[in-house]
């Protein structure tokens, strides 16, 4: 069965708002989360890595600002989306990284679309 | 660094008939190699992964793939595919001794499967 959840699956929000997005690693207390984003018949591009208990590491060319994580507990991630627009309309994928030293097991996904 | 290459964007195939999805790796240290599953709308699901060992690794749905030093490619193959295999499968692979086991993945190929 599934390991990680991510809740919402999916979300329609304004322009400016800001949407939150959880992953939650399910019997097992993950250290280590990664939060990917996937565009239309692309593939997944990570977006950063989250720490139980301390800051997040971004990748090259990803604005911390506006995409805020929180990973307060051992088995919850949490993706903020600040005054999302239109470009950030996409496939936000989350994965536990320390379950299994070498593998890492994914969400379910969120589609988020903003108007 | 480390890079993954996918060439075919599409594989068309008729049910029943073998099908084999090319990957092809770059890196400069040595790596572990994974295939996911991708069906619409859901997040990734795991196919099989090498880590060590024999260099053909069986996966779940009688997928299999083969590791090839040599050529730095990791092909999956299935003797024969079902309409259920109709889905998108990525290559990704991850630094070995990594700070994280972050994964760097391929563009995507969409295995669509006709009757």
């Known amino acids: 069965g599934a390991v990680v959840s991510q809740h919402p699956s999916w979300v329609i929000c304004k322009s400016g708002t800001s949407v939150k997005i959880e992953c939650r690693s399910l019997d097992f207390q993950a250290t280590t989360m990664f939060w990917y984003r996937q565009f239309p018949k692309q593939s997944l591009m990570l977006m950063a890595t989250s720490n139980e208990g301390s800051k997040a590491t971004y990748e090259q060319g990803v604005e911390k600002d506006k995409f805020l994580i929180n990973h307060a507990s051992l088995t919850l991630s949490t993706l903020t989306v600040t005054s999302a627009h239109p470009e950030d309309s996409s496939f936000y994928i989350c994965?536990?990284?320390?379950?299994?030293?070498?593998?890492?097991?994914f969400g379910p996904g969120t589609r988020l679309l903003v108007l | 660094a480390q890079s993954v290459t996918q060439l075919d964007s599409q594989v068309p195939v008729f049910e029943e008939a073998p099908v084999e999805l090319r990957c092809n790796y770059s890196s400069s240290v040595s790596v572990y190699l994974f295939w996911y599953v991708q069906y619409p709308n859901q997040g990734l699901q795991l196919l099989l992964k090498?880590?060590?060992?024999?260099?053909l690794v069986k996966g779940i749905n009688g997928f299999e793939a083969e590791f090839n030093k040599s050529q730095t490619s990791f092909h999956l193959r299935k003797p024969s595919v079902h309409i259920s295999d109709t889905a998108e499968y990525f290559c990704?692979?991850?630094?070995?001794?990594?700070?994280?086991?972050?994964?760097?993945f391929g563009t995507g190929t969409l295995l669509a499967v006709q009757p």
């Open positions: 090498y880590l060590s060992g024999s260099t």
């Open positions: 990704a692979v991850s630094e070995i001794d990594g700070a994280t086991n972050k994964l760097i």
């Open positions: 994965s536990d990284g320390d379950r299994d030293q070498e593998t890492q097991y």
